[in-house]
């Protein structure tokens, strides 16, 4: 019944956005970095996604499209345990979607479900490396620029996205077509960026590489110390009384991109706590505005309707 409820609610959305929308697999034919089990995905409450087997991008692509458009790659957060599917991948991806840029949510494996994958530490940044080549890769069926394409991250969804702003010449996937994996820009909000024992979203850390690791593994994906004059332009939202995921990640990460000249941009909310996605309710400022601002005033964005 639960699931019904869910099913009905997306339907409800997805129809009443009247939104170009489908689902395609990541992979064709035999995923890579997995082994037979017996989980099952799991739909819970407000759409949170635990148990992924069979990563998907979920694409929303605007009424009219031209050659000339942006895309975003959305990663959900939720502690690399499980994907907050709704609030933090389809809301943001229909906020885009209204103003014109071509958005994609990725349902990406989680590095808990040891049962299912060869290589925990590796699975989410590899299935973040085949959405973008899959995006760039068939850039012409989804009327965008491929050298425009974007990735959003949110919490852990956060961590992922800075891994792949800094790591995006680690490949851990096929590659024939030497397709560049490098975002064109990244936007994190509330992101898990270090995994220092200090300031570090411990669970995130204790999920991807496990209860123990070593110094040199939490030095590698404490994405604040990864940062070089390469890494796409970023920006950042993040409510100063966040206590699941401490303020200092995003300023840490700002303050590395500054040392390194990388376009950048930060908002410090005074209230919002983690997880407020797209709706702040404790502060009146719209961020998804200041993004569509900054993107725009990068040349990410040649649009101007804003709601």
Known sequence: MKQLIIFLYILFVFFNQSMAQKTISLYDGQIPNSKACTVKEVTGLKWRISGVTTPTLT???????????????????????GLAFDHEGIQIAVAFYKIGITAFVLKYRLPKDTACIIDPETVALMDA???????????????????NVGIMGFSAGGHLASTLSTHYNVNLIENKENTNL?????????????????????????NMLGKNPSTDKIKLYSNDLQVTKETPATFIIHAADDKTVKVENSIRYYLALQRNKVASEIHLLQKGGHGFGLNNKLEPINWFNLVVGWLGGNNFYKGNNVN
């Open 182 to 206: 490098r975002p064109s820009f990244a936007i994190l909000g509330y992101p898990v960026i270090s995994f220092d024992d200090s300031i570090g979203h411990t669970g995130s850390r204790d």
């Open 129 to 147: 490396q085949k959405a973008i080549k899959l995006v760039r890769d068939r850039s012409k069926e989804f009327f965008i620029n491929p050298n």
């Open 59 to 81: 694409v929303f692509t605007p009424e009219k499209s031209d050659s000339l458009n942006s895309a975003v790659i959305i990663m959900p957060g939720g502690g690399y345990a």
